[in-house]
């Protein structure tokens, strides 16, 4: 069977190699860091996500932290973990945990560049009668953004290249942020 180059471009071990060589070597064309290992976390900015999101039957819990460190005056690195909880009473229950890659990139101050990767497993059950159903799965995310950044916070859009209707964790590939990092 013969497959289209779209297939092959797509594929997510392709894309996350990419991403991986990309990211590395433009820190490395970079002037190298003034700072010594000590200073390294010193530099480190902590910040993340969170929400909750309550209803009658409903409730849902979102804890995102996250971690970056700026390489230079454009360009940062960082990583970060997901967790989420969520319950619709009598239909289903979803749990959702998973880690991201993020680079940003700053080309002028008030304008912030992204681009993440995120792996997540999705557990979910559909509670059917007479039957439950549960589905078991990982779904990854490509997403590039952009923002307005003021200070600490960016506030801005991202768009998940991969996104599947069938078995995304979101409902939508475009999808606003506000980025914190102190």
């Known amino acids: 069977m013969k497959k289209n180059v779209f297939d092959l471009v797509l594929n997510p071990k392709l894309i996350l190699s990419v991403l991986f060589a990309f990211c590395f070597s433009f820190s ?5 860091a003034k700072n010594t290992p000590n200073d390294f976390w010193k530099q480190v900015q902590f910040g993340g996500g969170f929400g909750l999101n309550f209803g009658t039957g409903y409730t849902e819990i979102t804890l995102a932290p996250s971690a970056i460190y700026p ?7 960082g990583a970060g973990l997901l967790g989420s909880f969520t319950n619709s009473k009598n239909y289903y229950t979803t749990g959702v945990y998973g880690v991201s890659a993020i680079s940003l990139f700053n080309p002028i101050e008030k304008i912030q560049l992204s681009l993440e990767v995120e792996q997540a497993r999705v557990n979910t059950q559909l509670q059917m009668i007479p039957n439950p159903v549960t589905k078991n799965y990982w779904n990854t995310g490509l997403y590039v953004g952009a923002g307005y950044r003021n200070g600490n916070v960016t506030l801005g859009a ?3 290249l991969l996104f599947d209707k069938d078995k995304s964790i979101y409902s939508d590939a475009l999808m606003p942020f506000v980025r914190f990092y102190f």
């Open 71 to 77: 390489v230079n005056d454009y360009v940062s690195l």
């Open 158 to 160: 991202r768009y998940n």
């Open 28 to 32: 490395f064309s970079q002037t190298i």
